[in-house]
């Protein structure tokens, strides 16, 4: 039996809310924390995250709180802040939240200053590597809200870690794997979303099934190489945290990486697609690391660049779409950088 409040979730978007949900189903407390005071209020009153979960009832195991000073102890930390904006909150924040605790990260991007991992970035400023994870996965947040059966991959330097996790996580309707090849999962869970960009312009602009599906292939096999530049297994992108998650980024219309390549491809300017969007778009700034990364390594990467200059290069993206069609032919299995 869990002890009472010793989970901690750290943002209350879309899926730090819908994690707390999972556990409340297990009957696990846990305590989600709010950034915005104002937020907190409306949700405290209502009951419901209308922000970012309409229609979503919370139970009474999820605690709300605001507040960073008085958090219980927890055995486990999960993180739900976005890629960019972990380093700077634990630095800033680590003499306030619970010592020996684990840390589960539930972004899915890559720094974009240093294009580290987020396990790398929880590894530079948390005391006891052992102790880090990353949860990644096709995880539509309102599907999993609304209790639609879904699958996830935990990932961490420790066994007994993962088991651990494996275990609190997995209910009816979630079903959560182990795997032990940290960079893989990472890079398919940040990567996708500059796929899935692009996936939303092909939609919008109606170019058809076959378009979708090539998209998805060659994409696939873009995120595998840049990922086996890092040392990733390659059966890895074959699972439910590179395939899978590809999958559904690309293909569903709640996912906010695919509504910008909507917007993108109806001509909304960058700037007011973000607005639009109203969520932070990890593919953004994902893109732009990768293709900064990709260049320097060598690495062929040519849908990422081809939504990198969509994204800020200002190349229509009709334009950029006729130069992905008419890349140097290749041979399909070719791994070469």
């Known amino acids: 039996m869990e002890e009472k409040q010793n989970i901690l ?20 407390e846990s305590t989600l924390w709010f950034r915005d005071p104002i937020h907190f209020q409306e949700t405290s009153s209502t009951r419901i995250n209308t922000k970012y979960l309409p229609g979503i009832d919370l139970s009474s195991d999820i605690h709300l709180t605001d ?5 219980p102890t927890a055995r ?24 020996n605790a684990i840390y589960l990260s539930l972004a899915k991007g890559l720094e974009l200053k240093t294009g580290k991992r987020i396990s790398e970035v929880l590894q530079e400023v948390l005391p006891d590597e052992s102790k880090i994870a990353c949860l990644s996965g096709p995880n539509i947040a309102h599907e999993i809200a609304e ?21 609190l996580v997995s209910c009816s309707y979630f079903r959560a794997y182990t795997n032990t090849d940290m960079a893989g999962v990472e890079i398919s869970g940040a990567l996708k979303n500059v ?15 076959n378009s979708l599906a090539a998209l998805i292939t060659r994409g696939i096999a873009e995120i595998a190489r840049y990922g086996m530049a890092f040392g990733a297994n390659p059966l890895t992108f074959m699972g439910v945290a590179g395939v899978g998650d590809l999958s559904v980024t690309c293909m569903s219309g709640l996912s ?29 700034s994902t893109c732009e690391t990768v293709t900064r990364t990709a260049k320097k390594m060598g690495i062929y990467m040519p849908i990422c660049f081809a939504v990198h200059s969509i994204l800020f290069e200002k190349i229509a993206v ?5 130069s992905l069609m008419q890349n140097h032919l290749r041979e399909e299995m070719d791994r070469s950088l």
């Open 9 to 28: 979730i750290l943002g209350a978007g879309n899926w730090g809310t819908t994690f707390a949900r999972l556990l409340a189903d297990k009957h696990i």
């Open 147 to 167: 209790r639609k059966p879904a699958t996830a991959v935990v990932v961490a330097h420790c066994p007994k870690v993962s088991t651990y996790l494996q275990n």
């Open 76 to 99: 486990l930390v999960v993180l739900a802040i976005p890629a960019n904006a972990i380093r700077d909150f634990l630095i800033n924040n680590l003499a306030l939240l619970p010592k």
């Open 256 to 284: 906010r990486n695919n509504r910008l390549g909507h917007l993108l491809a109806r001509g909304v300017t960058l700037e007011d697609a973000i607005k639009q969007t109203k969520m932070v778009v990890e593919g953004i």
């Open 67 to 71: 507040s960073l000073s008085s958090l």
């Open 195 to 209: 796929i899935a960009i692009a996936a939303g312009i092909c939609q919008e602009l109606k170019l058809g099934d």
């Open 318 to 322: 009709q334009n950029a779409i006729a």
